[in-house]
């Protein structure tokens, strides 16, 4: 076994002493590896950068060749360095040649040397270069050797990520060690955004790598372990987790977690070979997310998701970090990047300063989207691993529409960016010449544009788009965001503010959707196994009347003599809907008895997304004065595949022929008893989408505000007719395998649409 002059701490002292010097990189590198050899008694010390285009280069070394150093490079999981950058895996053999892996480079002279020990040097779970030590000596480098050298490379990824190395880059290698990242992930919203980042739950910057004391770590690090365990333990008690949840299930994780025996052993370990108790978390959590991020499993790529949390917990703790967000500081074009969060989170946030959001999570119908997508932020989801790889302060672009997203990009790409936003830009002030012209095709087809919406800040883009009013206000957003039940003044001036921005523009209410997935933060809920079909919506309401009361009573209030439209959703079969009819009817007599003003005609509406109501169109509909069709939730349904699982959400079109028809029979249905019918789904905002919806007769689209300049400006380019004649007789009597999207592409290519 190899014996260390003075154990890890001596180094670690060296290597502070050494970083605080007035030395140029190359000469601080030099110093750095030459002080690692010589503790460890090795022949030879050797550092590795991992470049920008995958290659590893030799930076830096002592008793390797000099002229290597800068010359020396192995692709990734080429010879013994590569393996262990891939791998992210310390690497410790006797014999090194006699290894399969071994690559030989003649110009490092390394062919004299056969023990060899080689760490991964990591930052966030990244690999960022490798650390070597080699002698001529066959011997067996041991446990505490490893150790050492791990710990060591904990002190030198802080040290390359934060420190200068323009002047070691050669010309033409293109080197960076913070490189540029591209993520594909899933589009929320369409729009592009340049900006900077900032992390929604910042990583805990450790500032003190190095102890002084190791057992008055130790203290430490007991101490705010036994801290952290107690304020688990405390909000498990919460009565709000009394019952089960997944907030009770996350937090029962990182109770196990917490109390892991290996985990404490592991911190103190780290601690006995010099590092303080903040750098060994750190250490500790790095080592943990190198293997977890390289298993296919998504369980255990979940529960990375678990200890990240856990450990940025205990850091805070440790560094008396209250988790005080800045969120009333935010710089200017701020592009927010979380793992996940809920809209009340996204609106904490100064709005006018917010330009996009970036999640590891969620899905484009997540509630955080809706709102993204109301307040007309650019929004992509499931960018895997983009927290742990950015910083608070990086330049990032978000392209909307293609679901991209670009980390500290290079000038050409933010060149490209730049001129793209020119050009969407003068296609805003396209669309919004649009605004005041009739929405007819060409063909004389009159097609109604409407706004999705559910909070009052988007409702003055009305004005800008030119929309003939809301097809769908989501009620449920206000209990989304709010920190406990809106009381009924709050409610009723929340609809009247609503109803007064929009004038003489109708707005349809829907009463509200919560429940399921949409778990209110002050709302005791039950686990479910298939939330969306759980107890959520117009069951809910049903179930307990007094909250359904009390909103239909604030809306009554709020209309105050003017119409008033109200939409039931999830209604599963006629008598839902006329139990609710009942609920309302008893508020109007209510208000009538007060002597209090009544609507000067209220519309009960009801909301298609059950595919059971497909059968109970000739019950259903005489008892309604409107009809809307909720794609997202009919889609779903229809084809059972989960919207927020892009597994199976993706192998299932939604205007494919079987989900066409389901919507044309309600079309047709609505006809037949004369009552307007609205689309107010995602389809509704997709060019190519919303002319299928054209094409089986629903001349009623409401949309995100976003959506209606390009919906607006094919309804202008489009003979209608001849569309529907294909699309129905398709529908009618099939294809000949030519599916609808096809069919619709020849004729957008044909009429030269816009799409």
């Not at 000469?27 to 991992?50: E, P, T």
């Amino acid at each position: 076994m190899v014996t260390t002059i003075g154990g890890p701490r001596v180094l670690l002292r060296q290597l502070r002493e050494t970083m605080a010097e007035p030395l140029a990189s190359q000469a601080r590198l030099d110093k750095i590896v030459g002080l690692i050899a010589d503790n460890m008694r090795a022949d030879v010390c050797s550092f590795y950068v991992l470049r920008d285009d995958g290659a590893l280069e030799l930076f830096a070394s002592k008793g390797l060749a000099a002229e290597s150093v800068h010359m020396t490079t192995l692709r990734l999981g080429e010879g013994l360095v590569g393996l262990i950058a891939a791998e992210a895996e310390p690497l410790s053999l006797d014999d090194a040649p006699s290894h399969p892996a071994f690559a030989y480079r003649p110009e490092t002279g390394e062919e004299r040397y056969n023990a060899f020990l080689g760490v991964p040097v990591l930052r966030a779970g990244q690999t960022l270069g490798v650390l070597v030590v080699q002698n001529a000596e066959r011997r067996h480098y041991g446990d505490d050797e490893i150790e050492a050298m791990l710990t060591t490379a904990t002190i030198l990824a802080e040290m390359i990520a934060t420190s200068d190395f323009d002047n070691l880059i050669k010309p033409g290698s293109d080197i960076d060690l913070r490189r540029p990242r591209m993520f594909t992930g899933v589009s929320f919203t369409d729009g592009i955004a340049l900006g900077t980042v900032v992390l929604h739950d910042p990583r805990v910057v450790v500032s003190n790598f190095i102890a002084e004391d190791t057992d008055a770590e130790k203290l430490r690090l007991e101490t705010s372990l036994e801290k952290m365990r107690l304020s688990i333990d405390a909000m498990l008690e919460h009565g709000d987790m009394a019952g089960g949840s997944d907030h009770r299930e996350i937090l029962e994780t990182y109770r196990m977690f917490a109390n892991d025996r290996g985990w404490v052993h592991r911190l103190s370990e780290a601690i006995e070979n010099g590092l303080s108790a903040e750098a060994a978390v750190e250490r500790v959590q790095n080592d943990t997310r190198a293997r977890m991020m390289r298993q296919t499993d998504p369980y255990i790529r979940d529960r990375l998701h678990d200890l990240d949390d856990l450990a940025n917990r205990l850091l805070r703790v440790l560094t008396g970090d209250g988790h005080a967000l800045a969120r009333k500081a935010l710089p200017d074009n701020a592009i927010l990047v979380a793992r996940n969060m809920g809209p009340a989170e996204l609106l904490e946030y100064d709005r006018t300063k917010l330009r996009g959001i970036v999640l590891e999570e969620g899905g484009s119908t997540a509630h955080v989207a809706i709102v993204a997508r109301s307040l007309g932020m650019v929004a992509v989801g499931q960018a895997q691993n983009i927290v742990s790889m950015c910083e608070s302060g990086d330049d990032i672009i978000l392209d909307g529409p293609a679901g991209i997203v670009h980390l500290r990009p290079t000038p050409d790409i933010e060149q490209a960016y730049v001129d793209k936003i020119k050009v969407t830009a003068k296609r805003r002030a396209h669309y919004a010449a649009l605004k005041d012209k009739p929405s007819i095709t060409k063909d004389g087809v009159q097609i109604t544009l409407l706004h999705n919406s559910g909070l009052v800040a988007d409702l003055p883009m009305l004005d800008d788009t030119g929309a003939a009013g809301v097809g769908l206000f989501r009620t449920e957003l206000q209990f989304m965001i709010a920190s406990k039940l809106p009381r009924l003044h709050e409610q009723q001036e929340l609809y009247a503010e609503a109803m007064a921005i929009a004038g003489e523009r109708p707005v349809v209410f829907r009463l509200l959707d919560i429940g399921g997935d949409k778990v209110l933060p002050y709302q005791r809920s039950m686990a479910e196994e298939n939330p969306a079909m759980g107890f959520r919506s117009i069951r809910l309401g049903l179930e307990r009347p007094g909250l359904l009361r009390t909103q239909v009573r604030a809306l009554l209030l709020a209309a105050d003599g003017r119409p008033l439209k109200i939409l039931v959703p999830m209604v599963t079969e006629t008598f839902e809907f006329t139990q609710t009819k009942m609920v309302v009817q008893k508020e109007v007599e209510r208000l009538q008895r007060q002597g209090k003003a009544i609507p000067s005609r209220l519309e009960l509406g009801v909301m298609v997304e059950v595919p059971s109501l497909l059968f109970e169109l000739d019950q259903l509909l005489p008892e309604a004065d409107f009809v809307s069709i909720g794609s997202n939730d009919l889609v779903q349904f229809l084809t059972a595949s989960d919207r927020a699982n892009p597994r199976v959400a993706k192998n299932y079109d939604p205007i494919g022929m079987p989900r066409l028809r389901a919507i044309r029979l309600v079309v047709d249905a609505a006809k037949r008893y004369n009552i307007p019918i609205t689309m107010c789904g995602e389809l509704a905002g997709k060019p190519l989408e919303a002319l299928a919806l054209m094409a089986v007769g629903m001349t009623r689209l409401s949309m995100g505000p976003a959506s209606i300049g390009p919906i607006k400006e094919l309804v202008l380019n489009v003979d209608l007719k001849p569309i529907q004649m294909s699309v129905g007789a398709a529908l009618s009597d099939g294809a000949d395998g030519v599916t609808i999207r096809q069919l619709l592409q020849e004729w957008i290519e044909k009429q030269n649409l816009p799409v």
